[in-house]
């Protein structure tokens, strides 16, 4: 791929893939090490797709991998995010509404944090879905229905009074 052609693709497709990483990974600080890699991995493959949509979904495939591989150091680690961190103080309402959702969301598997982005941002089909995580489409149908009522069912609990004992 030549300058222009990057510049031209990279125009169409940083600005989602960033979105992508920040809200699937939860790590601001991981955003431009996953951006700049996957750009990186992408332009080294010796036969990368003519396709515009065959490469995006590979390197929303690539981004994923990466992500998927920095959740496993870290699970091998046992290092955690802390939570707390997110607490809004003296925030409106709305911040306070987005930083929930935030933390609702980053309750959810990596593998369903990943496919509720793709399907509802990205508003990838499950074929598309299928291709950049390495599932069959069969599989996507199955898991992102139950990302779906895990991400109900997180919403719900939130929406409840919490049980005190004492």
Do not use: C
């Amino acid at each position: 791929m030549d300058e222009p052609a990057f510049q031209s693709f990279y125009s169409e497709t940083g600005r989602a893939l960033r979105a992508y990483v920040a809200r699937v990974s939860g790590d601001r600080n991981q955003v431009d090490d996953v951006v700049q890699e996957s750009y990186l991995r992408l332009l080294r493959m010796p036969a990368a797709p003519d396709d515009p949509q065959q490469l995006r979904r590979l390197l929303f495939r690539i981004a994923s991998n990466l992500m998927t591989d920095e959740w496993r150091r870290r699970r091998r680690a046992r290092t955690a995010t802390d939570a707390n961190a997110l607490e809004p103080k003296g925030s409106s309402p709305d911040l306070a509404l987005r930083l929930d959702m935030i933390r609702v969301f980053q309750q959810l598997a990596p593998q369903q944090r990943q496919m509720m982005w793709l399907a509802y941002v990205e508003g990838a089909d499950h074929r598309e879905i299928a291709a950049t995580l390495g599932l069959r489409e069969g599989s996507v149908r199955v898991l992102l229905h139950r990302a779906r009522r895990r991400l109900a069912s997180l919403l719900q609990a939130v929406g409840r009074p919490r049980r005190t004992d004492g």
